[in-house]
Nanobody, 125 residues
Framework: QVQLVESGGGLVQAGDSLRLSCAASGRTSSTSAVGWFRQAPGKERELVAVISKDGFRTEYGDSVKGRFTISRDNAKNTVYLQMNSLKPEDTAVYYC??????????????????WGQGTQVTVSS
């Protein structure tokens, strides 16, 4: 089982940037695909980005394409989400989740795979 801890959230203004980190530990932490999800109050959970085990494959949600970049450093067992040009509608709790298979990550819910506790991102207008 992989344990995940998110960090890097905070309060920023529209147009600012933030970088979130998802630190993984556990026997399979370096062999898991990882995704970032977000959930705003009253809204459904939304896939933000996914990265494969080796970092060569990535996918993004339509609302963040061109603004967010997912990356990973397997030597540090950490996955990053660089968020640029932030908008008020990006306000949400951001979670990272891990699974062995890249193609499965986008379909994960909190009862499946490994999930972190979340980090709050608030973007003011």
């Amino acid at each position: 089982q992989v344990q995940l801890v998110e960090s890097g959230g905070g309060l920023v203004q529209a147009g600012d940037s933030l970088r979130l980190s998802c630190a993984a530990s556990g026997r399979t932490s370096s062999t898991s695909a990882v995704g970032w999800f977000r959930q705003a109050p009253g809204k459904e959970r939304e896939l933000v980005a996914v990265i494969s085990k080796d970092g060569f494959r990535t996918e993004y949600g339509d609302s963040v394409k061109g603004r967010f970049t997912i990356s990973r450093d397997n030597a540090k067992n950490t996955v990053y989400l660089q968020m640029n040009s932030l908008k008020p509608e990006d306000t949400a709790v951001y979670y990272c989740a891990a699974h062995s298979f890249f193609t499965v990550v986008r379909f994960l819910d909190p009862s499946q795979g490994s999930w972190g506790q979340g980090t709050q991102v608030t973007v003011s207008s």
